[in-house]
């Protein structure tokens, strides 16, 4: 059993007392079945339906009222109606229509039973007509593992520790950022973290890496509402590793003949599925963000590991002590995005980064993110701070002068000054701490204060 942050929101929601049913969503082997049977062991009674199982979707299937279907519930799986802790968990809940629509009753007819549902398509439910009982459900975006739970699933409490302590003491800093790398490496996919824990072994991980691929591609059938869009997708799948962290425009993807809106319309599914993620600049230096979705977005896979595997990076990341060296740093920039949406976990919350477009003077900052009442600029790259150019033009702009840059440096801050000579703070922050993103920017500004 492996220690996830999503437990402690489910203890929450089961202590709340007007608690709703909740919808668990996510993409597909980021391990939903297994954390909420993990989570299972804190109840008397625990009932399981598959709706992948014939005769469990059959329970929803022969129009019975919530009450008779309660019984049916109980009387098939063998349960007490009586027991009062019991957690029913209704996993592939999209192959039944009539099953998301008695997730209402659960909570008006029977709110001391606790319910969980989950499905590894159900986001592309929500997209056809497919009542949800809005305001009856609550939902929980669980993500492959991030580095906070590697870290626990290595076992390595001294490191778990360490890694909490703000500042991070910088004796701590060789041994994390060497374990930042492993974990950059294979990613965070519960099978292949468990498989190289028990045995050590990269080359071993390989076949549960085309499993994964072969899974997501067994099920475009499912969601796909043509032979030609099956086909378009399954191209969009086996490009979009190689094209992962770079600004991609629709028409001609990956040097396809495809229309921009084939594409358009086939990254909108895959989006639903959360295997990949569109992150749209901004031109604004100060809040709100505003995306402009007529530029050209940058692409998002769902873990960096597989990234590797299909993009074949992972031999010159194994050899390498920067990960910002490989792939002209696009690798970096991919796993810094991926932790920072551990940072930020509402499925509400977008990521976002800066652009100046102009004939003579463009720019690019990775990333924006809004702290207080200011939007942070964010750089993922090694090297002398006079090399950060977009940063420094950002700043320039900016009604405030704090920045940030991911590196495989020590934390620390620094007083320096743009190439126009406007001074600011710039706040150092290694990899591996790039998920405390937000605790770091605290402590960042409490210390220039003092």
Request: charged residues 25%; aromatic residues 12%.
């Amino acid at each position: 059993m492996y220690n996830r942050k999503a437990l402690e929101y489910l203890t929450k929601w089961s202590r709340k007392i007007d608690r709703k049913p909740l919808i668990l969503r996510g993409a597909r082997q980021v391990g939903k079945t297994t954390l909420v049977n993990n989570f299972s062991e804190n109840f008397k009674q625990y009932i399981y339906l598959n709706l992948e199982e014939t005769e469990d979707k059959q329970i929803f299937e022969q129009n019975y009222s919530f009450e008779n279907l309660l019984s049916a519930i109980f009387f098939i799986k063998q349960k007490e109606k009586k027991v009062k802790n019991t957690l029913i968990f209704i996993d592939e809940i999209q192959n039944s229509a009539e099953a998301v629509k008695q997730l209402r009753y659960f909570y008006e007819k029977s709110p001391d039973i606790y319910v969980i549902a989950a499905g590894s398509l159900l986001e592309t439910l929500m997209s056809k007509n497919i009542s949800f009982p809005v305001g009856r459900v609550e939902y929980l975006f669980l993500q492959a593992f991030s580095f906070e739970e590697y870290l626990w699933a290595i076992n390595n409490k001294t490191l778990v520790e360490l890694w909490n302590k703000i500042p991070l003491p910088e004796y701590a800093h060789n041994k994390l950022l060497s374990t930042f790398n492993i974990y950059s490496l294979i990613g965070g996919m519960p099978d292949i973290i468990k498989n190289y824990i028990k045995n050590n072994d990269i080359v071993a991980l390989n076949s549960i890496y085309e499993s994964l691929i072969v899974s997501y591609l067994d099920d475009v059938e499912k969601y796909a509402q043509s032979k030609k869009e099956a086909k378009i997708i399954r191209f969009v799948i086996k490009n979009a590793f190689f094209e992962a962290g770079n600004r991609i425009k629709f028409n001609g993807f990956a040097k396809s003949n495809y229309k921009s809106r084939e594409i358009g319309e086939t990254i909108a599914i895959l989006e639903n599925t959360h295997l990949l993620k569109l992150i749209y600049p901004t031109t604004n230096t100060q809040l709100p963000i505003v995306s402009d979705t007529k530029k050209s977005p940058k692409l998002q896979i769902l873990d960096t590991g597989l990234v590797n595997y299909f993009a074949g990076l992972q031999q010159e990341i194994f050899n390498s002590n920067d990960i910002q060296k490989v792939y002209k740093g696009k690798i970096a920039e991919h796993i810094v995005s991926q932790e920072l949406k551990y940072a930020f976990p509402s499925i509400l919350h977008n990521l976002n980064f800066w652009v100046r477009e102009k004939k003579q003077s463009n720019a690019e900052v990775d990333f924006v993110l809004p702290f207080d009442d200011k939007l942070i600029p964010i750089e993922v790259k090694s090297g002398a701070t006079g090399r950060l150019r977009s940063l420094h033009q950002f700043i320039d702009l900016a009604p405030h002068n704090l920045a940030v840059r991911i590196y495989a440096g020590k934390l620390r801050i620094e007083k320096t000054k743009t190439i126009t000579g406007k001074e600011f703070y710039l706040l150092n922050l290694p990899y591996y701490l790039t998920s405390k993103i937000k605790e770091y920017l605290k402590y960042f500004v409490d210390t220039i204060e003092q």
